[in-house]
């Protein structure tokens, strides 16, 4: 990108209001101070296509207690044994200890303290305790649906906060397999990848602390600690996220497993979808849960918005000539993709087919038999919460309360971030204001926020035109499932 280390606005816009928007929800990460735009430009490629753009200079103040990285201690690697390449600072373990020093003694005073005389056994402990931070912090991303993009060793804080906002995104409709860049061919850094991902980081920072802490030390570590943390945090997270506060049962688990299930067959938009359930009510009324359906089912996804997420991506020649390659040539059919790439796009071809034929009162049937039959399950677990407790009121109360903390109201859906960016860039700030302050907020009912109107009317626009861009920048309330339109957003 020209090598000029310049930031442009859409990119800044992003990462201020991430950041600031993560701070509110309670996750750990770095802040944003200040987002300061210039007059100079530079050319970028936006979608890596061919077609770049001149854009205007920006820098983010971002603020954190550190900003080393799990891949600040890879400049100290020995060489690769296969392609030879090496860290910069490779034989400078002088400089490797001071670091480790460094980041110890200054942000695990504790541990510095507790194993002053024995620095295997400091070193063990600050590495168990980043293992936990890490894992907690990715439990958080997947209770929110947030997609950090690109989990590369050098975007892991080693204080445990959530690091370079690029490429993020809030999943909108549930889909496990979610990617948020748009440049991550492969799926490596998509929505149900991130724990393992960083567990595969975690084990980089590990081999980059040998010999200051012996590998079969860390590896035991990294086997006994992480994924035990992230699902106990997780599960924890989630009782929150679904009201309940009395009892722990081994069958929780199943129910969220369920619950995610049937929102990935509604296409149910994760962030209403959790917000909604504080609302359903414990008891068997069946006329309080046909409008609780409609409610819910209003969540899911349209026939139109699934044709959008299931449209074939690939040319149907192009596609035969890889179905052709792998079998005739696998070692060349390895260069161009791979055979999951085929398989999910195999998958959409199908799925796409099946949408035409599908009508949106088969799909909302549908949908009200999914959720129905899931509603049943947590209706249940409910009876069970509350035959635990003496006042059904103070604790369908407490439920509430603790749900409505849980859930956020408002998150920033990449279409909000783009109504914010695209009138920063013709010189209007107030939207980025209106969404900051919204963020701020997320888990509560916005007073008085009014979000800006775009006058769709522009001189020389034929009528026809005019109505499309009214209808593609129509304003919902930003605590809505999101326009059509936002489908069609890429990020790379």
């Not at 074939?312 to 040539?329: F, G, I």
């Amino acid at each position: 990108r020209q090598a000029d280390g310049r930031k442009v606005l859409r990119s800044s816009i992003r990462e201020f209001l991430c950041s600031e928007a993560m701070f509110h929800l309670g996750i750990p990460t770095t802040r944003a101070g200040t987002c300061v735009t210039s007059d100079s430009k530079v050319i970028r490629d936006v979608f890596y296509d061919g077609n770049p753009k001149s854009e205007r200079c920006t820098v983010v103040l971002r603020i954190a207690s550190t900003f080393i990285r799990f891949g600040s201690f890879e400049i100290f690697k020995p060489p690769d044994e296969h392609t030879g390449r090496k860290g910069p600072s490779v034989n400078r373990n002088d400089i490797r200890i001071q670091m480790l020093d460094y980041v110890i003694g200054t942000f695990y005073p504790e541990i510095q303290e507790a194993y002053s005389d024995n620095s295997i056994q400091r070193n063990a402990a600050f590495f168990k305790e980043i293992t936990k931070r890490t894992a907690r912090l990715v439990a958080e991303w997947q209770c929110v649906g947030f997609c950090h993009g690109v989990l590369n060793t050098d975007n892991m804080s080693i204080v445990g906060l959530t690091i370079d906002y690029g490429p993020f995104g809030f999943m909108d409709r549930y889909d496990p397999e979610h990617i948020c860049n748009g440049s991550d061919n492969t799926g490596r850094y998509a929505y149900n990848k991130q724990p393992e991902i960083c567990k595969w980081n975690l084990g980089k920072l590990a081999e980059a602390l040998v010999p200051e802490l012996p590998l079969e030390i860390s590896e035991l570590i990294l086997e006994e600690e992480y994924d035990a943390e992230f699902e106990k945090y997780y599960l924890q997270k989630m009782r929150k996220k679904l009201g309940l506060i009395q009892l722990e049962l081994e069958e929780d688990s199943k129910l969220v497993s369920e619950l995610l299930e049937t929102m990935h067959l509604t296409g149910g938009d994760f962030t209403n979808i959790f917000y909604l359930l504080s609302s359903f009510s414990v008891d068997s009324d069946p006329s309080k849960l046909e409008d609780f359906l409609e409610e819910l089912t209003g969540q899911c996804a349209s026939v139109e918005e699934l044709k959008v997420a299931f449209k074939p991506q690939m040319d149907p020649r192009q596609l035969s000539m890889m179905l052709m390659l792998a079998q005739s040539n696998p070692q060349l059919f390895a260069l161009f993709g791979t055979k999951a790439n085929i398989n999910k796009e195999l998958e959409r071809i199908e799925q796409f087919s099946k949408l035409q034929q599908l009508t949106a009162a088969d799909l909302l049937s549908r949908n009200k038999r999914h959720w129905k039959e899931w509603l049943e399950k947590y209706r249940v677990r409910l009876q069970k919460e509350v035959e635990s407790v003496s006042d059904a009121n103070a604790w369908n109360a407490d439920r509430v309360k603790v749900m409505n903390s849980n859930n956020p109201k408002y998150i920033l859906r990449n279409y909000i971030a783009q109504n914010a960016i695209e009138a920063a860039e013709n010189g209007d700030f107030s939207e980025v204001r209106n969404v900051l302050k919204l963020l701020e907020n997320p888990f509560q009912e916005a007073e008085g926020f009014e979000e800006v109107k775009e006058d769709a009317e522009e001189e020389g626009a034929s009528a026809a035109a005019a109505a499309c861009a009214q209808e593609s920048r129509s304003r919902l309330p930003y605590c809505s499932k999101p326009p059509l339109w936002a489908s069609e957003l890429c990020v790379t």
